[in-house]
Structures are given as structure tokens and as C-alpha cells.
């Protein structure tokens, strides 16, 4: 039955040592114990779990079971080395190595070796994690965020034809007006106007409106990128955004307060699109809480109406006039770096979605809160045919 | 609310647009005032209600469509135009469900903005009692005045184009406000909706 630690309990276990053995027995790290010539003493549960053996099956062998041919190859070698020279490659180190199953299977486990002098010789004692949960993780969270900056990349382009677009198109519509409003006060007066003046107010007219047909194709191009809408969870977006931002921070010193109703149905959306407003609006937040006294960023969601509303509040100093004014405007970043895109893409990515985004400012003593408004996935319309 | 029959509101954040719309509209002998930005047109529009408010979508602060909702666009009795510079279908879709009259798309040429004003300032004028008889079915309450004048023209045989003549706005507008009536009304087709108002009875 339980033989495990038998190495260990040659004799009756006294209470120290069965201690030991429950102690041993409760880890959820794997623990090993090898005598000097790498032959397994103890093999505890999570061993067991972590190798496909049975503590029966290993005490007594070498060590070299549970390793990959290449190291195990080697191992003997530095054992030794280690017992001749004193020379500590591992021990008191954790470091990441592979180790085998018993079904022969590889896998990553992070492991720490420690020594004891023991009346029996000198024993080591490793500590072995399991790394596959963290790695698939890991895995998980660098495809996501590789995707988000391929796609920030991909959209910063996209964003920028239609900013510049949206921009030239303002000045653009301007002068077709004023050559048009001379135009028609020309045609209306009648014969006191050189023809050859009204001749060249329609050629400018003509070159107006083709730079408007430039940008019309411009923007067709950079809207042609299908956005790819499907019924997703708010929760999970912003779930998913709060992990990509906190990746890597690991002094994050700001707390991150959640506020979610439930039950709120699916919306449908971009999710990747909408991810990336949920993350800058996420990253502005912790940016501007930095300096404050109180270091906190609220995100709520909630359904009001046909629609799902989320907010990110902060405890920053809140936007000054001057700044709000600009706040969703291209190219107007008050920050030293970055394009300024980021909001006025955000605005433009929620509209686009048939919802907004907008902001209330706070100042006095109260941080912005930002409100992202989309509306809830209807499955569309009722068709015109049966 | 005093009512001003050649008044144009202008809303835009742009001054260059802002001005050169006055000075085509004051040609054709509109009186303009223009607002850059939507709270004070909002108060504006609350002492005086002009013959037609210009009003662009995509605005830093306020958005056109926050704005819409405020002025309670649906029952305002001036038609409101949206201009939008990005030309995307979902907002302008939206914009009319809040109640615009309509969309136009910049860049847009006077030709055609001062066009679609006059016709949509005729068709309010003639828009009396047009409507009226969409009342005696079930989920009638449930339409806007717009809806049941387009469902009026529906209903009486009128194709997009010819209802969006009729009513001064584009024959898109018309497509964007049929599929919200059957919605609400839970028509499955046209025929359904015509028998729905006809008959009064519920679609199952």
C-alpha cells in the first residue's frame, strides 16, 4: 500500500518522521531524494503523479529514469564532479529542465536541488514543479498578445489613412463649398463676369472634387478590411484585456477594482477590435493613477437598455479642459510618445460598431471615467424573406 | 418655442465647414446661425426651432448621436441632417433610429446639400396630417411619426425611391426605417406588414 518513503523508514516511524512523511505525502510539489550515487531513496505522491510511476517502482533505481536520454547520459558525470570538486552547478538554484514520464512523454519542470549530510552519506533532496499549467499559459497569453500587435500594427495603418482622410476631408469639403457658393453667385449675376473667371472656378471645382474621389478610394482601401463580428462576452473581453495589459507588470501597485452585472447577454463585435479599446483605455488609466495618492482603476459593465455599457474610472486628477477639447481628435496626443491615435481610433472603432465612446471628464479631486457603449446582439434584424 | 421658416442650424466643430455652409446657405437666402458644439445647440434649439439643423456626426465631446438623444430628435419637429465624414453605415443607421431625417456623406457639394434641405423643408411642410391613418393596428403605439409615415407609403404600394421622394429623404433612409417597422411590428416580409396594418392582425 503507502511504501513510499520506505528508503527513509527503515525503522518504526517516530513522530518526527511521520510527520516528515505527511509533510512529504501533502506537497503538491514533486519531492525526490537520491543518495550520492543517484539512487532513488523517496519518491513522494506528487512524484507519482508527475511520473506515472509508483514509488515502488522507482525507490531503488537511478535517477536517470526520470530524465531524457541527453541529460541522463551526463548525469552520473556531473554527480560526480559535484562530489569531487564541490562545485555547485545546481544546488541552490531553481532552473527549468526536462524531465521524462514513464510512458516516455517529456515535459518541463522547474527543479531545486538541496543537499543533507546524512549517516548514510550525503543525500540530495529535489523539488520538482510542474511547468506545463504555467507554460500553456504563458503560450496562451504570447499568442494573444503577439495577435493585438499585429493587429495594433495592422490598424494603426488602417487608422491613419482613415484619420488622415477624416482630417483632409473637413478642409476638403470647405473649398468645394466656397468655389460652388462662387460659382452659383457668378452663374446668378448673370453676363458682368468674364466667362473665362467662371471657366476656371469649375476647373478648381473638378480638382476639389477629384482630391474628394482620392480620398473616397483611400478610405474604401483601409475600410475593406472586413471587421470580424461575432457574438462575444463582455466579461470575457474584458477579461482577456485586463490580463494583456497586466502581463508583465509584476510592481503593478494600483488596485484593480471589477464591478460586473450579470447576466449580461453576448454583444456582437470585433472582439480583437474591441479588446484593443478595452486595453488602451485600461493602460491610459494605470498611466495617469502612477502619481496619485490613491492608486486605483474601477472597471464596470452593465446593460442599460438595448445596450451594454462599460466604464473604466480612475483615480487620477481627471482631463483638463484644454486637453478634453482635443481628447478623440487625431494626431493630438498630449503624451511624448505615440501618435495620438489611440482615443480618436478607440471613438472611431466603437461608432463603427453602431455604439460610443465618450468621457466624462472629473477634475476637482475626481479621475475621468470613460463609457464604451455597445449595443447588445440582437441576431439582427428579421428577414425580408421567408 | 418661436418657429423661423428660412432658419438653418449649423452644428460642426470644423470652422471652415461651419462657414463656408453659411455662406452657401446665405445666398439662397437662409438665415444661419452655427454652434461648434452640441450643448449650446441644444440650447438653442430649445428657444427657437429653425426650418432644418445641419448637424455633424463625429464630434470630439458630445457625439452626434448622444446629441440626437437629447434633443429628442424623433419628435423635434425640424428635420435634423446628419453629415458624416466616414461614411459608415452602422452610426448613419443609428443616426436615424434616434431620429435624423437623414444622412449626407462628406465631401458633399452645395448643389446638393442645399437640394436636400429645400426638399426636406417642403416635405415638412406638407407632412400635415400625412400618417395620420397609421394608427389602428396592433404595435401602431410603437411607431415614431417617421415610421408611420413610411409605412403609410409602404403600405400604399410606394417603392423605396418613390417613398423617399415623397417623404424628402434617401431611398437608404426609407430601406433603414422599413426593417426597423418590421421589427417592431414582427412582420416577416412586406406582404405580412401590409397585412398586419390592413387587418389588424398580429403576425404569428
Known amino acids: 500500500m503507502r511504501q513510499g518513503i520506505s528508503g ?20 503538491v510539489d514533486g519531492i525526490c531524494v537520491i543518495d550520492e550515487t543517484g ?21 531503488g533505481e537511478n535517477i536517470k529514469l526520470l530524465m531524457p536520454e541527453e541529460f541522463a547520459v551526463r548525469h552520473d ?37 538541496g543537499e543533507a549530510h546524512t549517516p548514510e552519506g550525503r543525500q540530495f533532496v529535489g523539488i520538482l514543479r ?23 500594427r495592422v490598424n494603426a495603418m488602417d487608422e491613419m489613412g482613415a484619420a488622415i482622410a ?75 484585456s485586463l490580463e494583456l495589459v497586466l502581463l508583465g507588470q509584476y510592481t503593478l501597485s494600483v488596485n484593480v477594482v471589477r464591478d460586473d452585472e450579470e447576466n449580461i447577454p453576448p454583444v456582437d463585435v470585433d472582439p480583437v477590435q474591441i479588446q484593443q479599446i478595452l486595453v488602451n483605455l485600461i493602460r491610459n488609466a494605470l498611466e495617469v493613477v502612477k502619481d496619485a495618492d490613491e492608486r486605483w482603476i474601477r472597471i464596470s459593465s452593465r446593460r442599460v437598455d438595448d445596450d ?41 472603432i466603437a461608432q463603427s460598431h453602431g455604439g460610443d465612446l465618450t468621457v466624462d471628464p472629473g477634475g476637482d479631486g475626481r479621475g475621468a471615467v470613460f463609457t464604451l457603449r455597445l449595443p447588445l446582439d440582437r441576431g439582427g434584424v428579421p428577414n425580408a424573406d421567408i | 418655442m418661436s418657429e423661423e421658416s428660412n432658419l438653418i442650424y449649423i452644428v460642426d466643430d470644423d470652422p471652415s465647414v461651419r462657414d463656408a455652409l453659411s455662406v452657401v446657405f446665405e445666398m439662397e437666402d437662409f438665415r444661419v446661425e452655427t454652434f461648434d458644439n452640441g450643448d449650446s445647440f441644444l440650447m438653442a434649439a430649445a428657444r427657437k426651432e429653425p426650418a432644418c439643423v445641419i448637424l455633424d456626426v463625429h464630434m470630439p465631446g458630445r457625439s452626434g448621436i448622444d446629441i440626437l ?80 409615415e413610411v409605412l403609410e407609403q409602404i403600405t400604399g404600394g410606394a417603392s423605396n425611391k418613390e417613398a423617399g421622394r415623397t417623404l ?22 412586406a406582404a405580412d406588414l401590409v397585412r398586419i396594418v390592413l387587418t389588424g392582425e398580429r403576425s404569428d
Not at chain 1, 49 to 58: K, P
Open chain 1, 166 to 240: 477624416h482630417e483632409l476631408n473637413q478642409p476638403l469639403t470647405a473649398v468645394m463649398l466656397y468655389l460652388q457658393a462662387i460659382t452659383r453667385k457668378a452663374q446668378a449675376d448673370g453676363d458682368n463676369l468674364d466667362p473665362r473667371i467662371i471657366d476656371i472656378l469649375g476647373k478648381a471645382g473638378r480638382e476639389a472634387h477629384r482630391a474628394g474621389q482620392i480620398i473616397q478610394r483611400m478610405r474604401q482601401f483601409v475600410e475593406n478590411r472586413e471587421a470580424e463580428r461575432r457574438s462575444a462576452s463582455v466579461g470575457d473581453l474584458i477579461d482577456e
Open chain 1, 130 to 152: 510542474d511547468l506545463r499549467p504555467r507554460k500553456i499559459q504563458e503560450e496562451r497569453l504570447n499568442r494573444m498578445q503577439s495577435q493585438l500587435v499585429h493587429f495594433a
Open chain 1, 308 to 348: 451594454v455599457v462599460i466604464q473604466v474610472a480612475d483615480s487620477g486628477p481627471g482631463i483638463s479642459s484644454v486637453n478634453l477639447r482635443n481628447l478623440f481628435r487625431a494626431f493630438s496626443s498630449t503624451k511624448k510618445k505615440g501618435l495620438g491615435l489611440g482615443l480618436a481610433i478607440s471613438k472611431s
Open chain 1, 39 to 59: 539512487r532513488i531513496l523517496s519518491f513522494n505522491r506528487a512524484c507519482e503523479r508527475l511520473f506515472g510511476y509508483a514509488a515502488s517502482e522507482v525507490v
Open chain 2, 168 to 189: 424628402g429623404i434617401s431611398p437608404r433612409t426609407i430601406e433603414v426605417h422599413r426593417a426597423r417597422i418590421m421589427e417592431k411590428l414582427g412582420a416577416r416580409n
Open chain 2, 69 to 148: 438623444k437629447s434633443l429628442n430628435a424623433e419628435e423635434y419637429p425640424a428635420p435634423v441632417f446628419i453629415i458624416s465624414g466616414q461614411g459608415d453605415i452602422p452610426m448613419a443607421v443609428n443616426a436615424i433610429k434616434q431620429g435624423a431625417f437623414d444622412f449626407i456623406e462628406k465631401p458633399f457639394d452645395a448643389d446638393t446639400v442645399v437640394q436636400r434641405v429645400r426638399d426636406a423643408v417642403d416635405a415638412m411642410a406638407r407632412r400635415g396630417d400625412l400618417g395620420d391613418k397609421m394608427r389602428n393596428f396592433p404595435g401602431a403605439e410603437t411607431l415614431t411619426p417617421r415610421e408611420r
Open chain 1, 8 to 27: 527513509l523508514t527503515a525503522e518504526h516511524p517516530s513522530v518526527s518522521e511521520a510527520r516528515l512523511l505527511s509533510i512529504l505525502d501533502t506537497a
Open chain 1, 77 to 113: 558525470d556531473s554527480l560526480g564532479n559535484y562530489l569531487r570538486s564541490g562545485e555547485a552547478k545546481i544546488i541552490g538554484y531553481g532552473r527549468e529542465v526536462r524531465v521524462r514520464h514513464k510512458t516516455g512523454r517529456e515535459f518541463p519542470v522547474e527543479l531545486s536541488v
